[in-house]
């Protein structure tokens, strides 16, 4: 009772204390406020990122590289990794990924299955079999199941195909706020496939819809509802109708056996639609290829995405139709996996020569950069440069114009830039000859390699070897002038004879073939390289041209289709002619000190 009543009295002086100070409010005084507006930071959402890998090794560090470069919290990003039955080295390169970033990220979570056997339904590893088909559905579940697990806000389906060249798509994607939303991604090879569909037939299967082409071609920007979108796309696991994204087969289905489609199905049974998104260029997706094919035809595929995006500077995209603009750098490959460069090799030729001016640097890096990654081992010739040429030297060298020669399209003579060039290539020429070079490549520093190059110049020369033994020259790459007058050469499909043709940007020389163009002493009577070489194989359409230069017997074929194009086209932007736009004349002057590209050789 004393205890009691002594702590009553103290809470009594306690409170009149503090009642007298001004710091005790009672009831009646105090304040209700509205609350403010609230100016906390709130964590940006969760993404559990699914990705599914099977022999990509020749694209993950890239697809990792850039994966690493998202403007997106690397807190708030985990990863859900599977990978299987790998006959190459992605193993290796998912576990070098996930020791150096498993404490960068939120969670990683990998599983490998170390069978290097292919399935046994399978007839190689591009081939999507029915068994292939059955573990990729229960994989796509699986990553299904493991966001419901760990709550994430988002999934985003990653195939290990795509390179996401733009580092804001997820901040894109989750701004849309779309249940089943995906990135449009441009083709690696082509102009008409994407990771979406405008339509789908009665069966699920891909159909060509209206409007396909305005939005692949960005003529119309913004998000567009579509029946399909794959290989990357973010789901909305907020919705409480994320419940039924499932990639299991609804009863009684008896359609496809494809893991898109089937989700596909689902999600419109759900009553849902998929969305796509083209406002900005987002990065490149393989095109898938065909069961037959290989994996070192899969990693030549990608080679060839290199290539384009070391030409992204060069090439004017409005030349193939599209307008949209694009700001696009090399692709960068993950610090954190180890690479190595293919071994140099020359093809299976004695020598590969590329022409390069000394005062365009960037070209010559450039074609050191496409060397390197489709494992060429070429020479540089330093090309002889016609602002350097005086008339001492080409006195030297008894250069003379060809009496009567003016440029077909201009009315005028020679260039200085012309004549450099011509010399560039002849010295060459004389190079083979003094090596006995039985076949030498010879490139120009603005060539752009087309697709798989080295399988088709195998390809190309099998049928050379085996239809034409005593070939002088091959065109690699020119500018067909009369197509339409063509034939195929017999016995072969990649082969024709060509017709009047313009440049030298790549062939293949014999050296029975360049003694030939030797043995005109061309020099003495000098026309434009590509107007001798036409000249030679007598398919020039100027006669009296033609009668300077006896024998014209250069037995000269063109590959069909060309294996590499100009990096430009006269009249598109960054366009230059180190050969076309320089002086006819040049008063006489010392040289410059320096080799010329004979000294080189």
């Known amino acids: ?11 009594y002086c306690f409170l009149t204390l503090y009642r007298n100070e001004g710091n005790f409010v009672h009831g009646e005084d105090l304040a209700i406020k509205n609350a403010s507006e609230n100016n906390y930071k709130y964590a940006e959402p969760t993404v559990m990122i699914a990705i599914l890998v099977r022999n990509k090794a020749h694209i993950l560090p890239w697809f990792f590289g850039h994966l690493e470069k998202l403007n997106y919290p690397k807190n708030r990003i985990s990863f859900w990794i599977r990978s299987d039955h790998n006959e190459d080295d992605s193993a290796r390169m ?17 599983v490998i299955e170390d069978n290097k056997d292919k399935y046994e339904d399978e007839i190689g590893p591009l081939h999507w079999s029915t068994k292939r088909f059955d573990k990729v559905i229960a994989l796509r579940e699986n990553a299904l199941l493991a966001a419901r697990r760990a709550w994430a806000d988002y999934l985003f389906m990653l195939d290990a195909d795509v390179v996401l060249e733009n580092r804001n798509t997820l901040t894109q994607l989750i701004d849309a706020k779309q249940p089943i939303i995906a990135p449009m991604l441009n083709a690696s090879i082509g102009e008409t496939y994407s990771n979406f569909w405008g339509g789908m037939d009665e069966m699920g299967y891909y159909k060509r819809a209206p409007g396909y082409f305005d939005i692949l071609e960005r003529k119309r920007l913004g998000v567009f509802e579509v029946p399909m979108v794959h290989t990357a796309l973010l789901l909305d696991m907020h919705l409480m109708e994320s419940d039924s994204f499932t990639y299991n087969k609804p009863e009684g289905y008896d359609g496809p056996h494809d893991d898109i489609i089937i989700f596909g199905l689902n999600v419109r049974k759900a009553g849902m639609v998929m969305h796509i998104m083209n406002t900005e260029y987002f990065g490149i997706v393989m095109v898938p290829l065909e069961s037959h094919n290989t994996l070192e035809q899969e990693s030549q595929h990608f080679d060839f995405i290199l290539l384009e995006a070391i030409d992204a500077n060069f090439i004017d995209e409005m030349k193939i139709g599209r307008q949209f603009p694009v700001d696009r750098k090399e692709l960068s490959s ?42 060429i081992e070429a020479k540089t010739v330093n090309a002889v440069d016609g602002k350097e040429l005086n008339t001492t030297y080409l006195n030297e060298l008894g250069v003379e114009m060809m009496k009567g020669y003016a440029d077909p399209y201009h009315g005028r003579p020679l260039t200085m830039g012309e004549i450099g060039c011509f010399l560039s290539h002849y010295f060459i020429w004389e190079d083979v000859v003094k090596n006995g070079y039985k076949k030498a490549i010879v490139f120009e520093d603005d060539v752009r390699f087309s697709p798989y190059f080295k399988t088709k110049l195998t390809r190309l020369m099998s049928e050379v070897e085996q239809n034409v033994k005593d070939w002088d020259l091959i065109y690699l790459g020119r500018k067909r002038l009369h197509r339409n007058e063509e034939k195929v050469v017999d016995g072969t499909s990649h082969l024709v004879w060509p017709s009047y043709s313009y440049w030298t940007l790549s062939y293949i020389v014999s050296q029975q073939g360049a003694q030939k163009l030797l043995n005109q002493k061309p020099l ?27 024998p014209r017997n250069l037995i000269t074929m063109s590959a069909e289709p060309l294996l590499v194009e100009p990096t430009h086209y006269t009249g598109e932007p960054n366009y230059i002619s180190d050969t076309e736009n320089s002086f006819v004349v040049k008063p006489e002057e010392s040289m410059q000190e320096g080799k010329s590209s004979k000294e080189e050789l």
């Open 524 to 550: 003495g009577k000098m026309v434009p390289v590509d107007e001798y070489l036409p000249i030679m194989f007598n398919r020039h359409p100027q006669n009296d041209w033609k009668s300077n230069f006896t």
């Open 94 to 110: 998912l576990r070098e990924w996930v020791d150096a970033n498993k404490n960068v990220y939120h969670h990683i979570d990998l």
């Open 1 to 11: 009772m004393g205890s009691w009543l002594t702590c009553l009295v103290i809470s």
């Open 334 to 375: 993950s610090p954190f996996i180890t690479t190595t460069d293919p071994t140099p090799s020359k093809l299976g030729f004695d020598q590969i020569y590329m022409i390069n001016l000394l005062r365009r640097p960037l070209r010559r890096e450039r074609m050191y950069k496409a060397f390197r990654i489709l494992g």
